[in-house]
Structures are given as structure tokens and as C-alpha cells.
């Protein structure tokens, strides 16, 4: 079933933010939860996350009927790396060293960055690279 475009940029958005502060506060566990926000998206779809159904519940029936849908494959790809890197980013935070989640945080914040502010999705485009590697097709 093909999601709204704008679904996975409004959960950029907020993963943007969340991650903005833990960056500036260095918490760890702020950065465990939307770990676990990854793995809902990433395990049991992106139309499971909470950022998902935020967006359907709230934001969604105010702007209207999507312009357009999409795959939800590369979105849950680009998810489950967001959690790889969060998951980096919690035992540096949490066991150290330091250095390790806030480079980890930084990386995660630039791809969210990235796809809620120019609608450019780094997982996105990694999963389809991939997908072309090993299908051979263009």
C-alpha cells in the first residue's frame, strides 16, 4: 500500500528536532526513544510509526488528500538506518565514548535535515542504489 509523500517528511521534521536536542543536551535517553521510533518504523512498517500516525491523525486531514503516494520500502529502509546510527549514538552517549554518539547524532541529523528541508531522503536513495546493484536493473 503506497504512503503520502509528505508522511515521511513531517516524521524528518520531528526526528530533525528530536535529535537537535540531543545534540545540544547530550542525553542519551531522549536518543533511546527515538531509537525506538526507528525500530517501529523500520520493524513494523513506516505507516506503524508514531511520526506516521501523528501525521494521519493530525496533520494530514488539515492539508488534505495527498499530491502524491510512494513506495513505502525505501522510507523503511532509510528508517532502519536512522536506527543503526541511533543505536551508535545511544552507546556512546550511554557507555561512550562520547565522541561516538555525538558524531553518530550528527550523521543521523543531517539525513532528517536533509529530507525535511529539501525533501531529499539519504536512506531513500541507498536503498534504491542497492536495489539496482543487486537486481541489475536501472
Same mark, same amino acid.
Given at each position: 500500500?503506497?504512503?503520502?509523500?509528505?508522511?515521511?517528511?513531517?516524521?524528518?521534521?520531528?526526528?530533525?528536532?528530536?535529535?537537535?536536542?540531543?545534540? =545540544?543536551?547530550?542525553?542519551?535517553?531522549?536518543?533511546?526513544?527515538?531509537?525506538?521510533?526507528?525500530? =517501529?518504523?523500520?520493524?513494523?512498517? =513506516?505507516?506503524?510509526?508514531?511520526?506516521?500516525?501523528?501525521?494521519?491523525?493530525? =496533520?494530514? !486531514?488539515?492539508?488534505?488528500?495527498?499530491?502524491?503516494?510512494?513506495? !513505502?520500502?525505501?522510507?523503511?529502509?532509510?528508517?532502519?538506518?536512522?536506527?543503526?546510527?541511533?543505536?551508535?549514538?545511544?552507546?556512546?552517549?550511554?557507555?561512550?565514548?562520547?565522541?561516538?554518539?555525538?558524531?553518530?547524532?550528527?550523521?543521523?541529523?543531517?539525513?532528517?535535515?536533509?529530507?525535511?528541508?529539501?525533501?531529499?531522503?539519504?536512506?531513500?536513495?541507498?536503498?534504491?542504489?542497492?536495489?539496482? +546493484? $543487486? $537486481?541489475? +536493473?536501472?
Amino acid at each position: 500500500m503506497e504512503i503520502d509523500v509528505r508522511g515521511p517528511r513531517f516524521g524528518a521534521a520531528l526526528t530533525t528536532a528530536v535529535l537537535a536536542v540531543v545534540l =545540544v543536551t547530550g542525553s542519551g535517553w531522549l536518543l533511546l526513544a527515538q531509537s525506538a521510533v526507528f525500530a =517501529v518504523g523500520a520493524g513494523a512498517g =513506516v505507516r506503524n510509526s508514531p511520526y506516521s500516525w501523528l501525521f494521519r491523525a493530525v =496533520v494530514r !486531514p488539515r492539508i488534505g488528500p495527498p499530491p502524491a503516494t510512494e513506495d !513505502p520500502a525505501p522510507p523503511r529502509f532509510a528508517q532502519a538506518v536512522g536506527l543503526a546510527f541511533a543505536v551508535v549514538g545511544v552507546i556512546g552517549y550511554l557507555v561512550g565514548p562520547r565522541w561516538l554518539g555525538l558524531a553518530a547524532t550528527a550523521c543521523a541529523l543531517a539525513a532528517a535535515f536533509l529530507n525535511a528541508a529539501f525533501a531529499y531522503c539519504l536512506g531513500c536513495e541507498l536503498y534504491l542504489l542497492l536495489r539496482r +546493484s $543487486t $537486481t541489475g +536493473s536501472a
